[in-house]
């Protein structure tokens, strides 16, 4: 990439539009060249210009926005920079530029314009500044960051690179390269190992973790899941005759609560009955009075509305006569009302007519006359205010004219005597940059005799380091024959560790016997479960025996009561039969007639009859009572061996269940113990539990006795590797103290050669020192002046700018206070001019303002004698509001007298109506009354007051109708529910079981349900449970395959992973970045050298051997000698700097060819030697092709780089500008 041409405008101090073109004489014919200038001239902004156009950024100021453009010339309101650049030999144009709006300097930053185009084609690719960057990162190969480190080099970067620890060259090598790519890489790759690594794990964790079952076992399972479902058919079955039982007592007692409810709720319909009977027998009596209702609303109706018409008529014929009366009174004060109305509407006519012929036209000629005046008093006070302000400005400017003539006077006499300070304007500048110079070499000289000291430190640091690192040497080789020995012991004592068997053979012991262990609680749980089952089987089989022989007796016992219930049964038929036969005797006895045939026998002589003889059934009935009562208790005696015996059978059969399954339990821990054998290889009896301790003790000490082994063959390893990797650490110091020794050795000699050279330099510049002070006071005295010590001459140089300084100023105010003077003078004979001119106004006005006053103080007169001093707006507002007052007093009045004239007719025509009216309600009530007292007669009620006694309300009437039908219903409908329910209650006892299941309570059938629902639920989780186990074993069975499969097949995969890992992966990345930058280093180096070889042939540049990043120069014409970078003089330091730098600038610019080449350097600070160095490496760089720009205004440079773009301040303006060669004709 080739810099063609540059354009811009306005840009910091260089205002003006501007271009330079690189391929035109005399750039092309020399490619290197200086851009010089005074400091802050703006050197630098022509850099900055071609940043902007390519970049729309600058290394100093960033990004360029409309909030912010710092770059834009003060005074400007437009800037710009273009640039033509040739990549490969195809020329582009990049151009940028912004404004202010309105084209005003303190207008708003409009957007940026951008535009990226074709030179030859005038083909615009770009107008949008996004597009215009990636389109020249693309051409070019570089964006902003690069393109600053590879073309354009700016100030203070010259030797960042040169003078960085490792660690910042390593961020910098990053920065410039991208290597950053290689550390994400060894991350990602280490992310993915650690996540291949943990997959696999736990892949084979998981083959690890499947167990399955032997065939034996699973045989087992089976037959005992046979056996399981066997028994729960039988508990089903048992489950179901147990829960109907329950379902029949539950209905008992819902039958029972329902019969209840039934016959409480009939009782309570019934008491509600009784309880009304009051307000029932209330609504019986007053029936007849409910008939005679209507003909007594009637006549009431017709009594109270002929009340209520005579009461009304007599109050409207009080109102009519009141209302006659108010109306003659109001008539009379209408009459007098429209009198006053009418002679107030008289004089407001007569007051409007004098108002307007006369008072009117006087306050309109008093106003006039009255503003007239105000006018010309006015005019007069400003008049005679203007000639007070010209008297007092004319007192002033004569006392000013006196104070400046003496200032003046004053001011001629300093200039006279100090006109030999503004010949300092010439000289100062050029004493103080001499005196720069010196302080800057005094500066060097004190900076050379720190050098010197801290060399001489050095030297002796360094030579104390050789002396001490010789001792340590010493001590470290002893150390390390010790560790040597000690070693040696470690490794003996862990091989003969090893001779006791491997920490492999003696884990394959250990799991052996933890596979023996492993079955010890199972061989203590199947002997104790065995134990059990033989002492619950002698418990179960003694308990069973009992209850067989308690059967027996209850089943003998309830036979004997089932003989009485039958005999008592039969005594109670008997005694019914004889209690019905002697019912009948006496219903026929009670027929007999005497001297009338007997129904039965037909005789006429009845004897008993005579002898008045009755038969006594109350003794055979009590008879029949205790018999009943008996068999109650016979019963209730059968219920009770009942419930024993029933429950005793329940029992009998759980026994019974419980030993078959404490058999089953024995049967299948005997099946258990020969498995268990058979794995464990033991011969022990089933229930011999000294034995089964026994072995479990010997297995704990056989554990215990193989894990102290196999600790003290880990701990004699672990020291044998801590103790190896000692030996290798001591070793390790040792090699790198030999290193450093030798290095210590070789840096003593540089820095006492370094030494030399620099106590040689600081003669020669102490020497040069003192001819640049003697030079300095002889051009001081030369000018007149008395030259200070050279340490007071600061001082000295402020008192004379202060001097110079305050001459000029007394100068300035000379000729300012001339121009006042004269300005004083003007002033004066132009305010006596104005003055003679208001005097003349002042006159005219007094009299103009004197003939208005008499004419308004005649008008005056006139006005008060006709009208006085009223205002004509407040008389016209006082007769307005006195004819509106009585205007609406004489309205109101006349309406209300209308109102009452309405009214009087109103209570005319109500009289006539209410007198029709009551006549004919006169009559209504006679008829109404009449023909309610004939109704009354003919009722059952004598009085008016027994009739309404006993007439009830409407109201209470339907209440007590209601309450009747509620009550009749109520009864209907519970007497219904309680037959149904006696009804339920007789079929429910009348089940075939319904004896047998009330010899058993409700409580212990719902516990016998829960014990056998309890067996039916364990036999149901246990086939559960062993459906499950088969099941897994299947499913492990099935998946097991796939599983090693899946492994294998990760294997392949985790072992590539792995390798990589171990070449480039590393947790944070460290691992391939540093690899890379290596390598990217090497390249650098490589670069470099060949820069160097162009430069000077001296020096060569080579990676450290002990620390990968770190710099060492080598020194070609001193044998090779290797130095440290820190070493190199101020001349070394450039030459080497330049050279990285070139080779950053063509290691970055991977893409492109850089031609251009731009140091923004600061050369001021090289001595003449050093300068002279890096001008000829320039030079042998330019030979290579390259255009080279260099910024400087070291005078030197300008000597030896003829071709030169001067920047030049102009004097008090704060701006600069380029030679006339370079401003652009528009």
Not at 334 to 350: A, C, G, H
Not at 929 to 957: C, G, H, M, N, Y
Not at 967 to 983: D, F, K, P, V, Y
Request: proline share 1%; glycine share 4%; net charge negative.
């Amino acid at each position: 990439m080739r810099i063609l041409s540059l354009s811009f405008s306005n840009l910091n101090s260089l205002k003006g539009e501007w271009k330079i073109d690189f391929s035109a004489s005399p750039f092309a014919e020399n490619g290197l060249f200086a851009i010089t200038g005074p400091t802050g001239a703006g050197k630098t902004t022509i850099l900055d210009a071609i940043c902007l156009a390519l970049y729309h950024k600058t290394p100093r100021l960033g990004g360029i926005s409309t909030s912010s453009n710092e770059i834009m010339t003060r005074g400007t309101a437009e800037c710009s920079a273009e640039v033509e650049f040739e990549v490969k030999g195809k020329a582009y144009r990049a151009f940028w530029s912004q404004r202010r709006s309105r084209g005003k300097v303190d207008g708003n930053l409009q957007a940026a314009t951008v535009e990226l185009a074709e030179v030859d084609s005038e083909k615009v690719l770009a107008t949008q500044v996004k597009k215009k960057d990636e389109l020249i990162n693309s051409i070019t190969g570089l964006d902003f960051s690069r393109f600053t480190k590879s073309m354009m080099l700016s100030q203070g970067q010259f030797a960042a690179f040169l003078n960085a620890d490792a660690n910042d060259r390593a961020g910098l090598l990053e920065e410039l390269t991208g290597t950053e790519i290689y550390g994400q890489i060894s991350e990602k790759v280490h992310e993915h190992y650690s996540a291949s690594k943990q997959k696999l794990a736990e892949l084979k964790a998981k083959a690890e973790g499947v167990e399955l079952l032997s065939e034996e076992d699973k045989q087992a399972l089976i037959d005992e899941q046979t056996e399981l479902q066997t028994n729960q058919k039988q508990q089903q079955a048992q489950v179901a005759e147990w829960q109907t039982h329950l379902e029949w007592w539950i209905s008992d007692t819902k039958n029972q609560q329902q019969w209840q409810q039934a016959s409480e709720n009939n009782q309570l319909a019934l008491d509600k009955q009784k309880s009304a009977s009051i307000q029932l027998h209330r609504l019986a009596q007053s029936e007849p009075a409910e008939k005679l209702r209507t003909p007594y609303q009637l006549w009431k109706e017709a009594q109270t509305r002929f009340d209520s018409l005579v009461k009304e008529l007599t109050l409207t014929e009080q109102l009519h006569q009141k209302t006659a009366a108010e109306k003659v009174d109001l008539g009379s004060t209408v009459t007098q009302l429209k009198q006053r109305f009418d002679r107030i509407k008289v004089e407001s006519k007569s007051l409007e007519v004098l108002i307007n012929d006369s008072v009117q036209p006087l306050d309109t000629a008093i106003e006039q006359l009255t503003q007239q005046s105000q006018e010309k008093q006015q005019q007069l006070t400003q008049v005679n205010t203007r000639l007070q302000d010209g008297s007092n400005k004319q007192q002033r400017l004569e006392a000013s004219l006196t104070e400046l003539t003496s200032k003046l006077a004053v001011l001629n006499s300093y200039v006279e005597t100090h006109q030999s300070d503004l010949n300092l304007e010439r000289y100062l500048g050029q004493w103080k940059t001499q005196v720069s110079y010196i302080l800057q070499q005094d500066k060097e000289v004190s900076s050379l005799v720190d050098k010197i000291e801290k060399a001489n430190k050095i030297v002796a640091t360094l030579l104390e380091n050789v002396s001490q690192k010789e001792a340590e040497l010493t001590q470290v080789q002893s150390t390390l024959n010790n560790e040597t020995e000690v070693t040696k012991n470690a490794e003996l004592v862990f091989k003969q560790q090893q001779e006791k068997g491997t920490e492999t053979e003696l884990t394959e012991q250990i799991n052996a016997l933890n596979t023996r262990h492993h079955y010890r609680v199972e061989l203590n749980h199947t002997n104790n479960e065995f134990l059990r089952a033989e002492k619950e089987q002698q418990t179960l089989s003694e308990a069973q025996k009992a209850q067989s022989e308690t059967i027996l007796k209850l089943e003998a016992q309830r036979a004997d009561l089932v003989i009485a219930c039958k005999q008592q049964d039969q005594q109670i038929l008997d005694l019914t039969t004889l209690i019905e036969q002697e019912d009948d005797l006496v219903k026929y006895r009670a027929l007999l007639e005497k001297d009338h045939d007997c129904p039965l026998c037909g005789s006429t002589h009845h004897p008993l009859l005579e002898k008045a003889q009755t038969l006594d059934i109350n003794v055979t009935i009590q008879r029949k009572k205790a018999a009943e009562q008996k068999r109650v208790e016979i019963v209730e005696q059968g219920q009770l061996v009942r419930e024993k015996l029933d429950s005793l059978k329940v029992k009998q059969d759980h026994t019974q269940t419980q030993l078959t399954q404490w058999q089953q339990t024995a049967k299948m821990t005997k099946q258990q113990w020969s498995s268990l054998m058979e794995v464990t290889q033991l011969t022990l009896a089933l229930g011999n539990t000294n034995g089964i301790t026994q072995f479990i003790t010997e297995c704990e000490a056989s554990l215990l006795t193989l894990s102290e082994q196999i600790k003290q063959l880990r701990q004699a390893d672990e020291k044998c590797r801590v103790q190896q990797t000692q030996l290798q650490q001591v070793q390790h110091r040792l090699d790198t103290l030999t290193k450093d020794l030798n290095y210590d050795r070789q840096s003593h000699q540089v820095a006492t050669q370094q030494l030399q050279d620099d106590n040689q330099k600081l003669v020669q510049l102490q020497q040069h020192q003192t001819e640049l002070n003697q030079q300095l006071i002889t051009e001081i005295e030369q000018t007149g002046f008395t030259a200070p010590e050279f340490t007071q001459i600061q001082s000295w140089f402020v008192q004379k700018e202060q001097d110079l300084q305050q001459i000029q100023q007394q100068v300035k105010n000379r000729q300012a206070l001339l121009q006042q003077q004269q300005q004083v003078q003007s002033d004066q004979v132009h305010l006596a001019e104005q003055l003679e001119e208001l005097n003349s106004q002042q006159q005219v006005s007094q009299t103009e303002v004197q003939r208005l006053a008499s004419e308004l103080e005649q008008h005056q007169q006139k006005r008060v004698e006709l009208f006085g001093t009223q205002e004509i707006k407040t008389a016209r507002s006082v007769m307005t509001d006195k004819l509106s007052v009585s205007e609406k007093t004489y309205d109101a009045e006349q309406q209300k007298l209308h109102v009452l004239v309405q009214a009087l007719a109103a209570l005319d025509g109500k009289l006539n109506s209410l007198k029709e009216n009551h006549v004919s309600s006169e009559k209504l009530s006679i008829e109404r009354s009449d023909l309610w007292k004939e109704a009354l007669v003919q009722s059952p009620f004598e009085t008016l007051e027994l009739f309404q006694a006993a007439l009830i309300s409407e109201e209470d009437r339907q209440q007590l109708l209601s309450l009747k039908t509620e009550i009749q219903q109520a009864i209907e409908r519970t007497g219904a529910l309680l037959e149904s329910a006696q009804q339920v209650k007789e079929q429910h006892y009348q089940e075939p079981k319904a004896v047998e299941w009330q010899l058993m309570t409700k409580e212990t059938v719902e516990t016998e349900l829960a014990q056998v629902k309890f067996q039916s639920e364990t036999l149901v989780k246990r086939e559960g449970e062993i459906a499950q186990a088969l099941r897994s074993d299947g499913e492990r069975k099935l998946n097991q395959k796939s599983l090693f499969d899946e492994i294998e097949s990760y294997q392949f995969e985790y072992d590539d992973i792995q390798y990589l890992h171990s070449l480039i992966g590393s947790q944070k990345g460290d691992k391939f970045r540093k690899f890379a930058q290596g390598l990217t280093l090497e390249n650098l180096v490589y670069l470099a050298n060949k820069q160097l070889t162009r430069l000077h042939g001296r020096y060569e540049l080579k990676r450290k051997a002990s620390d990968g990043l770190e710099l060492q120069v080598l020194d070609t014409w001193q044998g090779d000698v290797v130095r440290d970078t820190k070493t190199l003089s101020g001349g070394e330091s450039f030459l080497v700097s330049l050279a990285l730098a070139l080779a950053l600038s063509d290691l970055v610019s991977h893409k492109t060819s850089i031609d251009s080449l731009f140091l923004d350097e600061g050369f001021g600070t090289l001595d003449s030697e050093t300068l002279d160095m890096a001008l000829d490496a320039l030079d042998n760089l330019n030979a290579s092709g390259k255009m080279i720009g260099v910024i400087s205004h070291i005078e030197a440079m300008k000597e030896r780089i003829p071709v030169q773009i001067k920047v030049t301040k102009r004097s008090g303006l704060g701006v600069s500008e380029l030679e006339n060669q370079y401003k652009k004709v528009s």
